[in-house]
């Protein structure tokens, strides 16, 4: 079974440019996961899809930070405008519905750079 | 708030047993899991545990202790391969979210 897919996998760009990230989950996977990763930290959450409705946002820096899953299926994250301190490793994962599944399934993550 | 912790680093030689310990304090649990995250990968998942007591799934074995917010991983038979960060999380309700800690790097040598 194909696992999670995200691209880019690697971005450098500017601070006050935009970024838009792409990540498309495992088939079947009703849950949608963000996650941002600095250097060093464990995976913090950005925002949380079910099908395509937000389940938990409460992290996600909405000044900046946007994200939408229109189809229940692929996502995408989109920084306008980036920060320094937005340097991390953007991590997608994908999960069953609820209860039915255990495990989350994580992406190989998109590494952003912001100079 | 949450909080969960474990050690940032440990080292270990070839061969050797190793146990990384993880406390946490959250509003809620439904499941602790353990990640290992080898660098500049994503994290992949080792074990979970949700009732008090030990799971072991061959070189690897995680234990719980609700009551004390504890948990460890430990590692037999250490290999160089095992050289990664190890991720602590705490789901607190089922279908959400997982917290991490902030990972512990450990280091194999021969």
């Known amino acids: 079974e194909a696992g999670v897919a995200q691209s880019p996998r690697y971005k450098i760009i500017e601070k006050r440019q935009s970024v838009a990230f792409w990540c498309n989950p495992i088939?079947?996977?009703?849950?949608l996961y963000w996650y941002q990763q600095i250097l060093g930290q464990g995976p913090k959450l950005l925002i949380q899809?079910?099908?395509?409705?937000?389940?938990?946002d409460s992290q996600l820096p909405k000044d900046r930070f946007s994200a939408e899953r229109l189809k229940g299926v692929d996502s995408t994250l989109k920084i306008q405008p980036a920060k320094l301190e937005d340097s991390a490793v953007y991590l997608c994962?994908?999960?069953?519905?609820?209860?039915?599944?255990?495990?989350?399934?994580f992406g190989p993550g998109t590494r952003l750079t912001v100079t | 708030g949450q909080n969960i912790d474990q050690p940032t680093e440990m080292t270990a030689t070839e061969g050797a047993i190793v146990q990384i310990n993880c406390t946490y304090q959250?509003?809620?649990?439904?499941?602790l899991f353990w990640y290992q995250q080898h660098a500049g990968e994503a994290p992949t998942f080792l074990s979970y545990?949700?009732?008090?007591g030990l799971e072991e799934k061959g070189r690897f074995s995680s234990f719980l202790s609700r009551s004390k917010g504890y948990s460890y991983l430990l590692l037999k038979e250490l290999q160089m391969k095992d050289s990664a960060s190890y991720l602590c999380?705490?789901?607190?309700?089922?279908?959400?979210?997982?917290?991490f800690g902030k990972g512990t790097t450990l280091s194999v040598s021969s």
């Open positions: 994962a994908s999960s069953l519905l609820g209860g039915q599944g255990i495990e989350q399934y």
């Open positions: 088939s079947g996977h009703a849950t």
């Open positions: 899809f079910q099908n395509n409705g937000v389940v938990d």
């Open positions: 999380a705490v789901r607190r309700q089922a279908g959400t979210a997982l917290i």
């Open positions: 545990n949700v009732l008090d």
């Open positions: 959250t509003s809620g649990f439904n499941g």
